[in-house]
């Protein structure tokens, strides 16, 4: 969905880097969500928002962090990129009071 | 706690109908989900059906819910090679993000 766009869309950096990997949305939504998919495992959520002051912990959220910037813009860090952390990332959105959710196109992250 | 399961593969021959189960473990679901994820694409809202329904149709998609078995299923009629992708059932309950399956990978046979 152009609405949700995420950069980049490919990455691959080594073990111990900071990573940061962004999300934008024009659909004038509230709440965004991070999740990672691996093959076999689904979707995990790592961190979602409500507004702009709200963030709480997601499924699997050791390791990473987040930043809402502003109501458009929510960012997912890696403070210290691990291999186990290679995944295909997935940000979404919705608008308050729906569950629907809008998903980006993915960001393909490898640390190697 | 919330659990949705899924089956990981289904193959099916073109023009067949392909159905697509789930199982879940919350029965304070109030909204059910199907996604479907193309290859390298994200996940597409196909669907969804309010718990106080039995069944949802739209075009060649049918949404089947069973409350009392926590199962819900979806059917594709006339499946063509365009539907291969992977289906993901999700629930929400409260005020909580949706749960999602594993996600199913349909395979359409020419």
């Known amino acids: 969905d152009a609405d949700v766009t995420q950069t980049p869309r490919n990455r691959i950096t080594k073990t111990g880097k900071r990573i940061m990997l962004e999300c934008s949305q024009t659909k004038g939504h509230d709440r965004m969500y991070w999740y990672r998919q691996d093959p076999g495992l689904g979707l995990r959520l790592i961190y979602y928002?409500?507004?702009?002051?709200?963030?709480n912990k997601g499924e699997i959220s050791d390791g990473y962090s987040v930043s809402r910037q502003a109501q458009a813009k929510f960012s997912l860090s890696l403070e210290s990129a691990i291999p186990n952390q290679t995944a295909l990332y997935f940000c979404?959105?919705?608008?308050?009071?729906?569950?629907?959710?809008?998903f980006g196109p993915g960001t393909r992250l490898t640390v190697t | 706690g919330e659990d949705v399961e899924q089956s990981l593969f289904l193959s099916v021959r073109e023009g067949d109908s392909s159905v697509i189960n789930c199982t879940y473990t919350d029965s304070s679901s109030t909204y059910l989900y199907w996604y479907k994820q193309e290859p390298g694409a994200g996940l597409q809202l196909l669907t969804y059906i309010f718990s106080n329904m039995d069944m949802k149709q739209d075009q060649r998609l049918t949404v089947l819910l069973n409350k009392k078995d926590k199962h819900l299923s979806l059917r594709i009629a006339d499946t063509q090679t365009g539907d291969s992708a992977i289906y993901f059932c999700a629930e929400r309950t409260g005020n909580t993000p949706l749960v999602f399956g594993k996600g199913t990978r349909l395979s359409v046979i020419a």
């Open positions: 928002s409500f507004d702009v002051k709200d963030i």
């Open positions: 979404a959105t919705s608008p308050a009071g729906s569950y629907e959710q809008y």
